[in-house]
T-cell receptor, first 116, second 117 residues
């Protein structure tokens, strides 16, 4: 099976712009989660989508949003970019076990966003 | 609420020495516990996981971890470090979100392992 893919791998934007990142999960995985990783804050959970519905959400401002399509592909959008949004954005997909418990997450390589 | 604490943001070991990375968790329900590894410029890769059953869990690349409920720990070990083990390691617990009744991952802050020649 192909792994989780994320596009683009690298992105440079300026303050005030918006950006859309894309994630294609492993075939058959219906849960997709997004994380922000920075040297100072570590790995922080953004949100999780399951069957096109946002199921969990982290503590990020409303500038961060996402969606999931019927084929489980997901996008996240960041509007009005700030310098502090520079980070590695990781997407992870997961097979959902009966009862809703998580099994392991499978991570993509990430999108490195630089905001100038 | 669930939480994960990784002791030591940086750990250095000599090649061939024992690797011990510490992880303690807090969970009000039986936890699902995971260790992930991240190499530079890559995503996270699962090393091993504990869900139920045997408390000593073996993973890839010679790593293993033992679930100790009485100590609320899930430390990662490897008998003999190799240069290729240099990476960042994350402990995670699958935790219940009370408001939604669903589960989400909670990651520790990570431990960067350096292997000295």
């Amino acid at each position: 099976k192909a792994g989780v893919t994320q596009t683009p791998r690298y992105l440079i934007k300026t303050r005030g712009q918006q950006v859309t990142l894309s994630c294609s999960p492993i075939s058959g995985h219906r849960s997709v989660s997004w994380y922000q990783q920075t040297p100072g804050q570590g790995l922080q959970f953004l949100f999780e989508y399951f069957s096109e519905t946002q199921r969990n959400k982290g503590n990020f401002p409303g500038r961060f949003s996402g969606r999931q399509f019927s084929n489980s592909r997901s996008e996240m959008n960041v509007s009005t970019l700030e310098l502090g949004d520079s980070a590695l954005y990781l997407c992870a997909s997961s097979p959902v076990i009966a009862g809703g418990f998580y099994n392991e997450q499978f991570f993509g390589p990430g999108t490195r966003l630089t905001v100038l | 609420a669930q939480s994960v604490t990784q002791l030591g943001s940086h750990v250095s070991v000599s090649e061939g020495a024992l690797v011990l990375l510490r992880c303690n968790y807090s969970s009000s329900v039986p936890p699902y516990l995971f260790w992930y590894v991240q190499y530079p410029n890559q995503g996270l890769q699962l090393l091993l996981k504990y869900t139920t059953g045997a408390t000593l869990v073996k993973g890839i690349n010679g790593f293993e971890a033992e679930f100790k409920k009485s100590e609320t720990s899930f430390h990662l070990t490897k008998p003999s470090a190799h240069m290729s083990d240099a990476a960042e390691y994350f402990c995670a617990v699958s935790g219940l979100v009370p408001t939604s009744g669903t589960y989400k991952y909670i990651f520790g802050t990570g431990t960067r392992l350096k292997v000295l020649a």
